[in-house]
Nanobody, 127 residues
Framework: QVQLVESGGGLAQAGGSLRLSCAAS????????MGWFRQVPGKEREFVAA????????YYSDSVKGRFTVSRDNAENTGYLEMNSLSPEDTAVYYC????????????????????WGQGTQVTVSS
């Protein structure tokens, strides 16, 4: 078991930046691959970014590629999502997720692949 807690959400203006954190407790974050997803009311949870156990593999959705950066600090048991050049279309609740198994390699963009989820943090981007 691992508990995940997101923070860093809030209100930003279009073109601005936010940095989300995902703090893990209960087990070492290094034993999990991680993903970031977002969801708006009435829509399915959408893949944003993923990072492998040691951070050597990074994946992004086309909608955020070049603007968002996923990273992790296993020594601090924390994952990060740096979001730049924000637009109102980025408004959503953002979730971090973790999975321990190799299923991640083939299914990193699928929410069904992840075992553990944070509670989410709201990001609102104004125009």
């Amino acid at each position: 078991q691992v508990q995940l807690v997101e923070s860093g959400g809030g209100l930003a203006q279009a073109g601005g930046s936010l940095r989300l954190s995902c703090a893990a407790s209960g087990r070492a974050l290094s034993t999990f691959a991680m993903g970031w997803f977002r969801q708006v009311p009435g829509k399915e949870r959408e893949f944003v970014a993923a990072i492998s156990w040691g951070g050597g593999r990074l994946y992004y959705s086309d909608s955020v590629k070049g603007r968002f950066t996923v990273s992790r600090d296993n020594a601090e048991n924390t994952g990060y999502l740096e979001m730049n050049s924000l637009s109102p279309e980025d408004t959503a609740v953002y979730y971090c997720a973790a999975v321990g198994g190799a299923v991640w390699y083939d299914a990193y963009s699928s929410s069904n692949a992840y075992e553990f989820w944070g509670q989410g943090t709201q990001v609102t981007v104004s125009s």
